[in-house]
């Protein structure tokens, strides 16, 4: 898939602050296809070190903003930043949002589970996809472009959500949102689908849970989310593609 040409493509990826991330390595690996970059963040700090790190490596086209994505205004007002700084190559166009933002956590048995543990999993994992989506959906619309959202393996048919369900129960709800974009907005020609990975090998979940665990690694992702976003892809939406 390294052959995938992103080359006066506009490419948003939220969930891009913290190093040894997926986010990392999907931003890299579209600045390596030719896009240009919006990456978005909470930490305005950490995001900005990112995008310093791709532009250090000769990658010109990027930009970042700062956005709780939880918040509906929040991500409305960095939709609006993110056109604002590619408007003069790409005008109100976005032809993919990648909606990586969110995290795990581990709840614990349901008669053990802490009600704020709960719902913290459904703000930064569904609510954040969801607010982006709303917020960026008219540029992607104008592109006629593609969303990918991540999903997890715990969420899929035979997948075990033991002792995480509240992180399993969310992220089904983003695998429905995801079915619900394709579906509405085929008509608009904009595409959605979603990969559903087990563990990734990321520098948190390393630090967690070793160096022996068979991980999916972070390049093989980004692989995978460039095709989905990509025009190879044209016929493809409202699919889970689970990565082990």
Known sequence: MTTLDFSGKLIVITGVGRAGQVGEAIALGFAQRGASLALLDLNPEQVAERAAALTGQGFPHISTHAANLSDPASAQSAAAEVLWAHRAQHADRVD???????????????????????????????????????????????????????????????????????????????????????????????????????AIRTASNVADMGDKTDYVERDSVADVVAFLASPLARNVSGQVISLA
């Open 96 to 198: 993919a949002v990648v909606c990586v933002a969110g995290g795990f956590g581990m709840t614990g048995p349901l008669d053990e589970a802490d009600p704020d543990a709960w719902a913290k999993q459904f703000t930064i994992n569904l609510q954040t996809a969801f607010a982006t989506t709303r917020a960026f959906l008219p540029a992607v619309r104008d592109a006629k472009g593609s969303f990918v959202y991540f999903g997890s393996v715990a969420a899929t048919p035979g997948g075990n959500p033991a002792g995480m369900a509240a992180y399993a129960a969310a992220k089904s709800g983003v695998l429905t949102l995801m079915r619900a974009v394709a579906l509405e907005e085929k008509p608009h020609g904009v595409r959605a689908n979603a990969v559903a990975p087990t």
